[in-house]
Nanobody, 125 residues
């Protein structure tokens, strides 16, 4: 019923760009903050970015992606995007989106209550 689905992952060369999508079904994203997280093989999940609900305008980025990634939302399509530019091999991992009440932190877990299944991003030369 209620789910988030990530898409747009794939293989890209270093320096390239990729756009990920997080689409909600069963509920509207208008009143939710959405966070993007990633997990590399053998490593803990880490926060990448988040965006507040439509009533707000707050965004956050991890230091590792600030200036390269851009998060945006399109409420008409119930989708949040993550535009990734200047990709590096260390950006490789499974990317997840999750819904929360507010964009207050990039720490995985509560209050991020709804999670997608992830989409693989591989940056390789």
């Amino acid at each position: 019923q209620l789910q988030l689905v990530e898409s747009g992952g794939g293989l890209v060369q270093p320096g390239g760009s990729l756009t990920l999508s997080c689409t909600a079904s069963g509920f509207h994203l208008d009143f939710h903050a959405i966070g993007w997280f990633r997990q590399a093989p053998g490593k803990d999940r880490e926060g990448v970015s988040c965006i507040s609900s439509s009533a707000g305008g707050n965004t956050k980025y991890s230091d590792s992606v600030a200036g390269r990634f851009t998060i945006a939302r399109d409420d008409a399509s119930n989708t949040v995007y993550l535009q990734m530019n200047s990709l590096k091999p260390e950006d490789t991992g499974v990317y997840y989106c999750a819904a929360a009440s507010l964009c207050l932190s990039l720490v995985p877990g509560p209050p991020y209550d709804y999670w997608g299944q992830g989409t693989q991003v591989t940056v390789s030369s």
